[in-house]
Each structure stands twice: as C-alpha cells, then as structure tokens.
C-alpha cells in the first residue's frame, strides 16, 4: 500500500500531456485515429490507485475535455464518470487480468464512450458521420498496453521528496 | 461540487488509513451526483447561451495547452523564416512588392468608385453597409474535433472576436466565428455539414444557399430549379441575406452540373474560393451594423490597437502588418 502512494503531480502531470496528445494535428490519416487518451490515462489511474481518482475527478477532467474539444457541455463530464465508475468497481478483478483481456476490458469502454458521443451528437443535430468515427476504439485499445506499460514505470519509480 | 471534492483528498492523512475509514458519500451517490451534473450541463447550454461565461472562464485553465501544442508548428516557422537564403527571400520580396503595386493600382480607383456608389443609392434612398474592419487571425495547429470542420485562432474576446462573425482569407470567405473564448475562438468552416452560406452567383445575380458536405473542397447548391441559369465556372459571392456575411466576397467557383429530370432539383457542386486546408492567417471582420448615408465615414474603432480599418483603403493597407514588412523586418 506504501508503493500506491504517489503524488497528485505526476497524475496531473500524465493528464495534462494526455490532454495535448489529444488536440496535436497528426500528419494526414492519423488524425481521424487518434484515441482518446484522456480517458485511458484516467483509467490506469482509476484502477491503479482508487482511492485517489473518483468520479468527481473524473467529472471534472471531462468538463475540461469538453472546454478544450468546444463539445456541448457535460458530454465528456457524463462519459468519464460512467467509465471510471465501471472502474471503480472492477478494479480489483481488473488488476488481476493480463494485458490483452484488460484490453478487451478498455475497448468496450471505449465503445461505450463512443456510443455515448454518437448519441448525444445526433440528438443535438442529426448528421451523417464518416465510419472513421469508430476507429479511435480500435486504436485505443491497441495504445493500451502501451499506456499501461509506461504509466506503470511513472507509478513506481522513486517517489521525489 | 467537483472543486469541493478536489480539494478534499489533500488532507493530511494517508491514503491507507482514509482507505479504512472511508468517509464521504458511497460511490453510487457520487455517480448518481456527477450524472445529474452533467445532464444538468447538456440541457442548460443546448437550451440557452447561460453557460458561456462559465465555459469562458474554464478555457483559461485549457488554452495555455492549445499554444504549448501549437509551439512546435511556430518554432519551425520561425527557423525555417531565419534559415531561409538570401536569394529565395529577395525572390519573394520582389514577388510581394510587385503583388503590393499591383494591388495598389487597382485600389486606385476604388475610393472614388465607392464614394460614386454610396452617393447611387443615395439617390435610391437606399442604405449602403460599408466600413469593415478586419483582424488578421493566426491558426492554432491543434486537431479538437476530427469530424467538424471547425478551426481553432488565436484571437478571442479579448481581441472583440464574438460569434457569428464572419472570417475572410485572401481569396475567399472561410466561415464565420462559431464561438469566441477569451484567448481563442473556434470558426466554423463554409463546408461544415452544419453550415449553409447565402450566395448569388455574380453573373447573373440569381440568389441561393450553398450547404457544406464535409469535405473540405466541395459546396452543396440544393436549392436550384432544373432550369436555373448557371454554369460551371460561375463564381458565388455573398449575396449579404441573412446578415451575417457582407455582401460581395467570392465564395466559390462551380464546378459541376448535373441535371437531374426525374427531380425537381439539380445537383450542383462548388469548389471554395478561399484555401481552406492551407491557411495559416485569417481575417476576422467587423461589418458596421449601422448603414452608412451620403458622405459620413464610419468611426474606427481606436480602442483596439489591432483592428485595422479598411475605410480608405490605399492609406491603411500600406500600415497592414504585411508579409513583406515582416519579412524584411527579419532579415535587418
């Protein structure tokens, strides 16, 4: 329980780069791919160290998602906090699974998310959306043993004093 | 609520012992609280504007990442501006002045056209807008929403941007302001599924609505009869309907025509004017909401030390901050 401990800048820290990987212009088809990193960040968090990111967190980085994407206020508040609660209760099942089936675990959250997205974008204005609208599931769960991985070594190297 | 809650875990206890003796309401309630919220949100800012100054106050927190994200893009402007040979910026100094001349002959006669024209409608008792003042708006290279066609400058409220502004480049009209925070301001582009432009084409003067598609170098014109008079190659410009376009500025070029019998509408495809994948400057316009009668001139706007006015144009273009002032500036 000692090695949880790990202060609140290194986790605000991966959220804001997280943010910026979220808004950088990726070159040509790598745009319509990019996953939603804020979310799988706050998931690693979620499940690593429960007890330092709630729902309430998680609601709040989502109202800044909202601000820094210019959606319709609350969507992404109302998407993280669904996920992280599905994390908070999972998560000590979710420690126990390997990568790959925490993966699986990741894209249907990511689905989810999605879903959620496309539903309150068509109620706001119905539009036709390209299939790429989907791919970022994909890719998120593809990024996720990566994120697990370096966000793991952030977790547990030496705590700075 | 979630500030309140923010601030609680950094009491001075460990995480451990607070694991043991958990306070606080169970995480149902909390979710049940952070779904209210943000239902809350979704209805409030569909239904009204209420929560703009909310939205404005937390994209303070936020913007610094848009322009830490945009630094790469302007640092490798920047070396590659001072690394750049002699030779090729004396080229495009040359080609600059020799646009800037070019122009200048042109603007000429456009006073005293301008001056002819207001004194026309005079007589019609018609009234005249004129009198824009422009902002030059730099892009940020930032990617929020990969399936609009939306934008993102650099200049917001502070600079007097606000929404439903329209947004020109050199060739063309780009969008309109779709919504302006303090720092930045999102701009809708013409060719957002969402967005639909009031044009006529300047041949003729037949008066349409050009609808977005998605894609950045196509226009929709769905609302002309099989017989309407035009061709591929007719420019569209803003017809002024509608208010917030001013009338005038070229729009697109038609490309296609396919008529369709067996419907009462044909299919008519536009190419847009204005550069919209390839822009990084902007102008932002102020259109004088008040109508111009015979002889009096608009009052500039001197609050604002950015806003150039275009009134009288030969005089007040050469102060622009044009490529060419800047460039040679770099170069002493």
Not at chain 1, 5 to 20: F, K, L, V
Not at chain 2, 64 to 69: C, G, I, R
Request: hydrophobic letters at 40%; one cysteine or more; charged letters at 15%.
């Amino acid at each position: 329980m000692m090695n949880n401990y790990i202060g609140s800048g290194r986790i605000i820290t991966t959220i804001i780069m997280a943010m910026c990987l979220r808004i950088v212009p990726w070159p040509g088809f790598l745009t319509g791919i990019n996953p939603d990193w804020v979310l799988l960040v706050l998931i690693y968090w979620s499940i690593a160290i429960p007890e330092r990111v709630g729902i309430f967190h998680a609601w709040t980085i989502g109202l800044l998602t909202d601000v820094l994407t210019g959606r319709l206020f609350g969507q992404y508040a109302l998407a993280y906090s669904l996920v992280i609660y599905i994390c908070l209760i999972m998560h000590k099942r979710l420690r126990q699974f390997p990568l790959h089936q925490q993966a699986f675990f990741i894209f249907f959250c990511l689905l989810f998310t999605q879903i959620l997205l496309f539903w309150l974008k068509n109620i706001q204005n119905p539009a036709q959306l390209h299939a790429s609208f989907w791919l970022p599931v994909f890719t998120g769960t593809f990024c996720w043993p990566f994120i697990y991985t370096v966000l793991r070594r952030v977790r547990l190297s030496r705590r700075t004093k | 609520m979630g500030y309140a809650t923010l601030t609680q875990p950094t009491l001075k206890r460990h995480p451990a012992i607070k694991l043991l003796f958990a306070t606080g309401p169970s995480i149902n309630t909390r979710l049940l609280v952070a779904i209210i919220a943000s239902v809350a949100l979704l209805i409030t800012e569909h239904t009204s504007q209420r929560l703009d100054s909310l939205r404005a106050s937390l994209s303070i927190l936020v913007d610094p990442l848009k322009y830490l994200v945009n630094l790469p893009t302007i640092l490798i402007e920047q070396t590659s501006d001072s690394v750049r040979s002699y030779s090729s910026l004396k080229n495009e100094n040359n080609k600059l002045r020799d646009e800037q001349f070019i122009d200048k002959t042109r603007l000429l006669k456009f006073d005293s056209l301008e001056k002819e024209n207001i004194r026309l409608r005079a007589l019609l008792e018609n009234s005249f807008k004129l009198g824009e003042q422009l902002l030059i708006a730099e892009l940020l290279s930032i990617n929020t929403a990969p399936y609009e066609n939306i934008v993102v400058v650099n200049k917001g409220t502070r600079f007097g941007v606000h929404p439903q502004q329209p947004v020109l480049d050199a060739n063309g009209v780009v969008g309109q302001v779709f919504r302006a925070l303090p720092f930045s301001s999102e701009i809708m582009l013409i060719t957002d599924p969402n967005h639909a432009i009031p044009v006529q084409v300047n041949r003729n003067g037949l008066l349409t609505i050009a609808v977005g598609s998605g894609q950045l170098n196509r226009l929709n014109l769905p609302f002309l009869p099989n017989n309407a008079d035009i061709r591929p190659g007719d420019l569209l410009i803003t017809s002024g309907l509608g208010g917030t376009f001013p009338s005038g500025y070229p729009v697109a070029v038609v490309d296609d025509f396919t008529p369709m019998t067996n419907k009462p509408f044909v299919n008519i495809t536009a190419t847009p004017k204005a550069m919209l994948d390839r822009n990084r400057e902007l102008l932002i316009v102020w259109s004088d909401t008040s109508p111009v009668s015979l002889g009096t001139s608009t009052t500039t706007n001197e609050t604002n030390p950015e806003v150039h006015t275009s009134t009288p144009p030969p005089k007040n273009r050469t102060q622009h901050e044009t490529p060419e002032n800047k460039h040679t500036g770099e170069t002493r």
